[in-house]
């Protein structure tokens, strides 16, 4: 008999559905103007969108520009059966920036001189001027985080596409952690012509965060694997894999890792560009 990896990637994508009428509606939801939690259980099939142009696909929004909340991106979780896809997934070719992360399934990413195939820890970095078509061309549904991302442009700098799985990424870890704090990059982080970065955060069970960490970068977190109990702003919220979290800036942070497995999740952040203030 084979025995489970315990080291290999978990990638955790929530079944949708309806909660039986006899449950109760107690749930760890909570929106503020510092954060939002949308835990897995919210995840139903009574809050999907429909995205034009997209063939048999469903989408939950987790994150949307709103006054008093994240504004430098929008983040989705995406269901696409097999057979479907879309040829036109960007409706604002040409601004908008995109990172598609997989989570089961296989999801095929065709560009101008050719395509890649994402399995499960699959990402694609797709920038502004890119032309892409995305298809699920397997038997299975194929379930991926897609986050969107205005792109601020810098004279001289031109961001290109990236592909790759975070599984083949060897992961940097943070300094005095003896490796129980570790941060997987996906993007590129010493070139300025990215104005955003999306890592795969991975704690192992005991380990924190030792500081309220307060920056000006935002962030959207997807649990990947694991359970730990967060610190935002003022408060202490337990979170699993499948949960998500969208953060302000400056909203403080932190977390303690609960075991028995890692805790791991996605993480998008918005870097590399001056504050602009809208003078002359």
Not at 97 to 113: N, R
Not at 119 to 129: H, I, Q, R, S, V
Not at 251 to 258: D, F, I, L, S, T
Request: hydrophobic share 40%; glycine share 10%; with cysteine.
């Amino acid at each position: 008999m084979n025995t489970p990896d315990r080291n290999a990637p978990r990638y955790f994508a929530p079944e949708a559905g309806l909660p039986a009428q006899t449950e109760l509606l107690t749930s760890r939801a909570v929106v503020t103007e510092a954060y939002t939690v949308i835990p897995r259980g919210v995840l139903r099939d009574i809050v999907v969108s429909v995205l034009p142009g997209w063939r048999d696909t469903r989408t939950w929004i987790l994150n949307r520009p709103v006054a008093g909340g994240a504004t430098t991106f929008a983040q989705y979780l995406v269901e696409v059966g097999p057979g479907g896809g879309s040829r036109t997934p960007e409706p604002e070719q040409g601004v908008v920036e995109s990172f598609v992360f997989v989570l089961e399934g296989t999801l095929t990413v065709a560009l101008a001189d050719g395509e890649q195939t994402l399995t499960p820890g699959g990402f694609a970095y797709l920038p502004p001027e890119t032309v892409w078509e995305v298809s699920n061309d397997g038997a299975d549904p194929a379930k991926f985080q897609w986050i969107r991302k205005a792109y601020q442009p810098l004279a001289g700098h031109l961001p290109a596409p990236v592909f790759g799985n975070e599984a083949d990424l060897e992961p940097a870890a943070m300094p005095g952690t003896d490796n129980k704090w570790r941060t997987t990059r996906m993007i590129p982080v010493d070139d300025i012509a990215y104005d955003m970065h999306v890592n795969v955060v991975t704690f192992e069970p005991g380990a924190v965060i030792p500081f309220a960490e307060t920056h000006v970068m935002e962030h959207g977190l997807y649990v990947l694997e694991g359970k730990a109990v967060y610190r935002l702003n003022q408060d202490w919220v337990e979170v699993q894999e499948g949960d998500y979290m969208s953060l302000r800036a400056f909203c403080p942070q932190a977390c303690y890792a609960g075991g028995p497995s890692n805790f791991r999740y996605l993480l998008y952040k918005d870097v590399n560009r001056q504050v602009l203030l809208g003078g002359r």
